[in-house]
């Protein structure tokens, strides 16, 4: 297997990676510290030009045979997933197979979009000229993820960037980054020219020396809003995809399948540990079914087995550390002193945090103005469909939000009224496709990802313009 760390080999700093669930060390990884960005450069400016002169059916041969060969091995990917981000097999598996067609999307990319034809004569006193866009590669990108899915995000950044020819700097996250480097490996194995991407597995410190880098022409980051922000204060004059935090809302109304509404949110309220960016964080429910839902969903999250990960009958796996389980516990003790009622959960083991279930939470408290980012869901009865989605707005940044109601008028008018990059109709906030634009609305978001769009981004226009002299 090829590898991926070439350009730190020198370095003899280590980064441990530990399994959230046991403590138990699953790795080692090579600490690239700031000192060593202009080294990472050097390399990187090598995989600029190499990169670029790829022909696109290169590209996305290369991306497609990574693909087929990440298929081939879904079930050490999955494993190495849990590992080290706590995913239960079931979560681990989802992941794989998605970024499996992302980097089948972004072979597909490679050979699609290569520019347009401009109709010149559209314009009048242009008719002499025929011409066209093409899309060029950006030249260095610098992408960095976070821990939460620590493969498909990998891959969303990774493929449009190889598909427009670009050379990539991944700073994968420092607690889970072993999936990005097995990535990596595979697309080196699949033929990718090694310059092309480098990992730099570091923390926050190597990560600011990225990103203030003048030759780096974009900075791809998915990550949270206070890291988000230092991005933006630090990357001078440089493009910028930042994909951030949510607090989805999933408004039922009285007229919905309620069976169905109720398994959807507990799934899209506690999957991944409720890590999750569009997970199901608010819940709206028409008052004249509240009761009714309530029992129903905390019945049902009372049932999830929460614990090992590697276990096909756990539902709920570990946070992925004790300290961000701790932090949970704080949020939701906090919106307990402000008036909350725990309705279930709330009852932590290390990283495991159970899935907790609170109602009468206080507008004003973190839980319901912040991302949580833990198994924790708020229930809150609301009057109709205007309350809901004043409720829905109330954030000041927002990613998904959902809506079950089986009228279309009331679902297509919280569609247009909800400030969101995606409203999910009859199922949860947590729903993504991986070929659809993604992110936010409201404040932070910059760009979109979902892999033509991403692809988009990472290129640039060049135009040829051809005047006919006679
Ligand atoms: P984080 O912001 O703490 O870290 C993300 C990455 O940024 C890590 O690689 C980290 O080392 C790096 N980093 C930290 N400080 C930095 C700095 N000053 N300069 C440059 N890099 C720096 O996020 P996290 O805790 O790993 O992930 C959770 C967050 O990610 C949540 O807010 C979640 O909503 C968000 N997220 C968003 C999406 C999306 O697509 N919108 C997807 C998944 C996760």
Redesign the pocket.
């Known amino acids: 297997m090829a590898n991926s760390n070439l350009a730190i080999a020198n370095v003899c700093d280590q980064i441990e990676v530990f399994n959230p669930f046991d403590g138990s060390i699953i790795g080692t990884v090579k600490e690239v510290h700031a000192a060593d960005v202009k080294m990472l450069l050097e390399q990187a400016r090598i995989g600029v030009q190499i990169c670029a002169a790829l022909p696109r059916y290169r590209r996305s041969q290369i991306l497609e045979l990574a693909a087929q060969n990440i298929e081939r091995d879904a079930k050490s990917f999955a494993k190495l997933i849990t590992q080290e981000a706590g995913k239960t097999v079931k979560q681990a598996e989802k992941e794989v197979k998605r970024c499996v067609n992302t980097l089948r999307l972004s072979a597909d990319e490679a050979r699609r979009n290569a520019g347009e034809v401009l109709p010149f004569d559209a314009y009048e006193g242009s008719e002499s000229r025929q011409g066209w866009f093409s899309r060029e590669p950006l030249g260095l990108i610098v992408a960095?993820?976070?821990?939460?899915?620590p493969l498909n995000?990998v891959a969303h950044k990774l493929g449009p960037a190889i598909a427009g020819g670009n050379a990539v700097i991944l700073?994968?996250?420092?607690?889970a980054p072993l999936s990005a480097i097995k990535l990596v490996d595979y697309l080196f194995e699949a033929g990718l020219p090694q310059s092309v991407v480098t990992v730099a597995t570091?923390?926050?410190?190597?990560?600011?020396a990225?990103?203030a880098s003048r030759e780096v022409r974009m900075i791809s980051?998915?990550?949270?809003?206070?890291?988000?922000e230092?991005?933006a204060r630090?990357a001078g004059l440089k493009k910028l995809a930042m994909?951030?935090?949510?607090n989805a809302p999933v408004i039922v109304l009285e007229d919905c399948d309620l069976e169905a509404a109720v398994e959807s949110c507990v799934s899209g309220a506690f999957w991944a540990a409720g890590?999750?960016?569009?997970g199901a964080q608010r819940l709206l429910i028409q008052e004249t079914i509240y009761e009714e839902f309530r029992e129903r969903f905390v019945a049902l999250s009372s049932k999830l087995v929460v614990g090992n990960p590697a276990l096909e009958s756990t539902d709920v796996g570990p946070m992925?550390s004790a300290q961000a389980a701790m932090n949970a516990e704080k949020v939701v003790g906090e919106a307990l002193q402000q008036g909350a009622k725990l309705l279930c959960g709330h009852l932590r083991e290390g990283a495991c945090y159970a899935a907790t279930v609170l109602e009468n939470v206080s507008h004003n408290s973190l839980l319901w103005c912040n991302?949580v980012?833990a198994p924790v869901v708020v229930l809150e009865p609301v009057t109709g469909l205007d309350e809901a989605i004043a409720f829905a707005n109330e954030p000041d940044y927002s990613?998904h939000a959902g809506i079950f109601t089986n009228d279309l008028n009331k679902a297509l008018s919280a569609a247009r009224r909800i400030e969101a990059g995606g409203i999910m109709i009859n199922d949860s906030s947590d729903y993504r496709f991986d070929a659809m634009p993604?992110?936010?609305f409201k404040y932070g978001?910059l760009g979109r990802?979902g892999v033509r769009f991403a692809y988009e981004d990472m290129t640039q226009p060049k135009v040829i313009c051809i005047n006919k002299l006679n």
């Open positions: 960095i993820t976070p821990y939460n899915d995000l700073k994968p996250s420092e607690l570091g923390g926050a410190e190597l990560g600011k990225l990103v980051f998915t990550g949270g809003f206070v890291t988000g230092h991005i630090g994909d951030l935090g949510g890590q999750n960016c569009i992925i991302e980012f990613l993604f992110g936010g978001s990802e």
